[in-house]
């Protein structure tokens, strides 16, 4: 699905921001992707060690968040994982979860 004005990439309505000189601006996503997103943002900043191998990350930028079934829209917690970017570039590349 393209990228429609007003919606956001899951379908839903785009959480509004008001107006700027007449024009109706919007935000980047619906209340409930940006509420999954705060999760995953915090999910980041409290468990450092990558799920699969163990790599204890000095920086939080060291760490991906994965979706382990591949489907990059849902965010459900349990359908998340930390792991350090080797094994998720691994994970992605054996899983093919590109296509």
Not at 23 to 33: A, E, L, P
Not at 63 to 90: M, P, V, W, Y
């Amino acid at each position: 699905m393209g990228y429609i004005k007003g919606l956001c990439y899951c379908g839903n309505k785009q959480e509004s921001k008001g107006r700027i000189k007449g024009k109706q601006v919007f935000g980047r996503y619906c209340t409930s992707c940006r509420k999954e997103r705060h999760k995953i943002k915090f999910l980041l900043n409290h468990d450092q060690v990558c799920s699969k191998c163990g790599f204890i990350a000095e920086n939080k930028c060291q760490l991906d968040i994965d979706h382990i079934d591949g489907n990059h829209t849902n965010n459900h917690e349990s359908n998340l994982q930390i792991l350090c970017a080797n094994c998720h570039r691994l994970k992605t590349y054996l899983n093919a979860d590109w296509k």
